[in-house]
């Protein structure tokens, strides 16, 4: 079956320490995604790429870093500079940028203990 | 300011009845808007996305409507199922911070009683 996976489904981070939260698909979408999600609040974009070796900053990009050096794999490193850190991230894709819908994994919980 | 509603309150109906949610917006001008089902500790789930020139959009139990001058979306589940308990997100695309992106609000959660 085509989809999203995401690792680890929980993580615990001290403080001061980067961790790096795994993203892969396997639907051959050119787009992905990365949104972290708080209690009350909508889903925030924190970096999306098009297309391979290319990435842009989205609306809280700070604190955070990207690679997409495959087509498959877009994986996010939460930087010990991202100030408040714990929450749910998400990752998605779709066939192109800023068309149609978005497939999600089943989020990674972060708690920086 | 921009801004995406949906009612942060719970709406709790009883299973047969239809559900109805709302989804408002202030400053944008979308070409479209979706809708998506969290369940708890899982990633949202695409439903229906409807265009700008649709009014109305139907799969099996859910209608979504689309009201440009009202700047509103209203999400109907008829004949609700205890199964349809869950968070449903509203998302739309704008263009914000310089570029073109899906916008979400909060959600809704919604929670059918037997």
């Known amino acids: 079956d085509g989809g999203i996976t995401q690792s680890p489904k929980y993580l615990f981070r001290k403080e001061g320490q980067n961790v790096t939260l795994s993203c892969e698909q396997n639907?051959?979408?050119?787009?992905m995604y990365w949104y972290r999600q708080d209690p009350g609040q909508g889903l925030r974009l924190i970096y999306y790429?098009?297309?391979?070796?290319?990435?842009q900053k989205g609306d809280i990009a700070e604190g955070y870093s990207v690679s997409r050096e495959k087509k498959e794999s877009f994986p996010l490193t939460v930087t010990s500079a991202q100030k408040n850190p714990t929450a749910f991230y998400l990752c998605?894709?779709?066939?192109?940028?800023?068309?149609?819908?978005?497939?999600f994994g089943e989020g990674s919980r972060l708690t920086v203990l | 300011s921009q801004k995406i509603e949906q009612n942060s309150e719970a709406l709790n109906i009883q299973e047969g009845k239809t559900a109805t949610l709302t989804c408002n917006y202030t400053?944008?001008?979308?070409?479209?808007l979706q809708w998506y089902r969290q369940d708890p500790g899982r990633g949202p789930v695409f439903l229906l996305l409807i265009r700008e020139n649709e009014k109305e959009k139907r799969k099996e139990r859910l209608k979504v409507t689309f009201d440009t001058t009202l700047k509103q979306s209203l999400f109907h589940i008829t004949a609700s199922q205890p199964a349809d308990s869950a968070t449903y997100l509203c998302a739309l695309d704008g263009f914000s911070g310089g570029y073109n992106k899906l916008i979400f609000g909060a959600g809704t959660r919604l929670a059918v009683h037997p």
């Open positions: 998605a894709s779709s066939r192109a940028h800023d068309t149609g819908e978005l497939f």
């Open positions: 639907l051959n979408h050119d787009a």
């Open positions: 790429s098009q297309i391979v070796n290319d990435f």
């Open positions: 400053n944008y001008s979308p070409a479209y």
